[in-house]
């Protein structure tokens, strides 16, 4: 029963496997996970035939690159596995803007802390954006005030990223979770 290689006409894109290596000698690992040595790779291929299965070079920057003897099918399924528990443990942050203007009332101002506070406990970042217009531009501290307020309302889960920076008629400041809430 003669047995096409797997892996198709062409090489797979990170491992080469059966007739796509092509270097004279391999470091071969038999499909139990013992080391058999160095081998010819027409040698290590026919064993790996014999046992209807594939010779996958796991790590070809070693000299001699070593190869296992696998089935590859399983073995590309439980790597694509891998990477999706790794994408699902992963956390994106991304960045939440609050405005505020200078002349907010105090319970305007306690709703937009509130909700300052659920963006960081929930891992994001917060950029916190006063606005001005008119004459509220000559008294830009009275924002930078609001703004420093709503820093220290916080400052038990968040960290200011940088400074206070103002670009025209807003006045930025971006504030990021403590490293020990993570």
Do not use: W
């Not at 590859?72 to 992963?90: N, R």
């Amino acid at each position: 029963m003669s047995r096409l290689p797997r892996g198709g006409a062409v090489e797979n894109r990170r491992f080469r496997i059966n007739q796509f290596i092509r270097v004279p000698e391999v470091r071969l690992v038999d499909s139990d996970g013992t080391m058999v040595g160095i081998v010819k790779t027409s040698e290590a291929l026919a064993k790996a035939q014999a046992k209807e299965l594939d010779l996958v070079e796991i790590s070809p920057q070693a000299n001699p690159p070593v190869c296992k003897i696998i089935n590859f099918s399983k073995f590309k399924y439980d790597m694509e596995k891998k990477e999706k528990e790794a994408k699902k443990k992963q956390k994106i942050s991304h960045l939440k803007e609050i405005r505020i203007r200078p002349r907010i009332c105090e319970h305007d101002l306690e709703v937009k802390i509130k909700r300052a506070r659920e963006f960081i406990t929930g891992g994001d970042k917060v950029q916190l954006t006063a606005m001005f217009s008119g004459r509220e531009m000559q008294h830009k501290d009275l924002g930078i005030k609001i703004m420093n307020k709503i820093k220290e309302s916080l400052i038990d889960v968040a960290e200011p990223e940088g400074r206070t920076s103002s670009m025209g008629t807003r006045v930025f400041m971006t504030l990021i979770p403590k490293r020990n809430l993570k």
